[in-house]
C-alpha cells in the first residue's frame, strides 16, 4: 500500500495473507475508501483446491489490518473464486470464473457480500439469463452504490462464439435483480465485448481489446449512461492510427466525469513500443479525447496502459510486460492547466515515439484523402493529406519523445 502525502507517494504497508502457509496469490484488487478486497484464486483448503477466496483489509488509524476471508459455502475444486474483485462502501462483489453451474463447466458465478454489523454476509448470486458452457460470466465485475455489473466476455451469441455480452443488475430494498444486458451495437464473433468493465454512478464503460476497427483488430471501448432504468450507448472510442492488435480496451476506467482506456501496443512494431493510456473528458452530450498519457522513457517490452484507475485529480496506470525492472504504478496529477504530462508529438503518425520515414508513409499512403481538420494524420491542420503535413514531418524530423 502507498500513501500520498501532498504530492508525493510514499509506501506504507504491505498486505500479507492470513493464511501464509498457502500457495496465496493477492493479485486481484479493489479499494473503497478504508477497505481493500484482495482475491486469491489460489486459495485451497477441504473444500477443495483452488476454490480460491477473497481477503478483506480495513485501516484501523493508520494501520492496515487483516478483517476477514470469505469463501461461498458451495466452493469447489477449480472455481477460482476472487477471480474479479469490485467494493464500493459496504457491498462486494466477486466473481468464480471456472464455476461450474446447471452442469455446465466454466459458466462462471458471481456472489454479493455486504458488511452487516461488522462482519461480512453472502447476500447470494448474481445469475445471467442464459448460462452457457464456458460462458465465463464473472470475466469482469463492477460496483457503484445500488448498481452492479457483471461480464460474460465469452457468450455465444446470435453473432458467433466468444460475442460477449454484459449484464446490470440493481438492488431494490436489498434484493438484487437484472436491469439491462448489453451488447456492442455490431457484435462479431471473437470480439470478447466485456472483457473489461467500470462503473461510477450512471456511466458504464465496457472493454474490448479484441473489437475490429476498420477491418482489424485493434480494440474498442463503448460508453453506455443510464436514463431512468435504461442503458444507452453515448459513445464508441477506438484508436486513432496503430496497428492491428494494438489492444485499445485492454482497461477501462471512470470517474462518471472522465474515461480512461489502455491501449497496450498502439506502434507498428509491438516489441517497440511501451503503450498508452488515453483520457476522455465528457462535455455536454459527448466524450472527447483529452489527453494521452505515456509512462516517461520505458523499454522494449513494457505494456503501459494493462491496468488503469482514475480518482479526482489524479489518473494511474500499471505496467505488464517482460521488463520487471522497471516502474510497475505511474501516477499523473491533474491541475489548474491541464495533466502534467509532457504532450505528445503530432508527427509522430506511427506511435513509434520517434519522427522519421515510417511517419511519412503514413502521410504518403493516405496522401490526397479528407479528414476533420486536426484528426490523425492531418499534421497541420488543413483537413487535407499532402505537402504540408508532409513539411510537418520533416520540420520535426529526428525528435524523439522521452
Known sequence: MYRRDGNAWAFDSQLLSVEPGSPSQLDRLAISGGIVA??????????????????TF??????????ARLVPENAVDNDYFGYAVAIDGQTLVASSLG?????????GAAYVFEKIDGQW????????????????FG?????????????????????????????VFVRVDGLWSLQATLYDPVPAASENFGLKVALHGDVLVVGSREDRVDGLRRGSAWIF???GSSWNLTATLEPVGGAVHSEFGYSVATDGHRVVVGELHPGRDMSTIQGFAHVYI?????WWHEVRLMGAALPRGVEFGRVVNIEGDGAFVCTGGFNPATPSVFA???????????????????????VGLPDLAVIIDRWGTTVSPGDWPDVNGDGTIGLGDVASVVGAWGVQCE
Request: hydrophobic content about 35%; cysteine-free; glycine content about 14%.
Open 38 to 55: 484482495a482475491g486469491d484464486t489460489n486459495a485451497s483448503s477441504e473444500l477443495g483446491d483452488r476454490h480460491g477466496a477473497v481477503e
Open 58 to 67: 480495513e485501516l484501523s488509524g493508520n494501520t492496515w489490518q487483516s478483517a
Open 99 to 107: 464455476a461450474r453451474r446447471h452442469g455446465m463447466t466454466g459458466a
Open 121 to 136: 454476509a453472502n447476500r447470494g448470486e448474481l445469475e445471467p439469463p442464459v448460462v452457457q458452457y464456458f460462458g465465463q
Open 139 to 167: 470475466n469482469a465485475v463492477a460496483i457503484s452504490g445500488d448498481t452492479a455489473v457483471v461480464s460474460s466476455s465469452m457468450f455465444d451469441g446470435p453473432a458467433g462464439l466468444n460475442q460477449g455480452a454484459v449484464y
Open 225 to 227: 449512461e443510464r436514463t
Open 282 to 286: 465528457k462535455s455536454g452530450t459527448g
Open 332 to 354: 499523473f496529477a491533474r491541475g489548474e492547466m491541464g495533466w502534467d504530462v509532457a504532450p505528445p508529438l503530432q508527427q509522430d503518425l506511427n506511435d513509434d515515439l520517434a
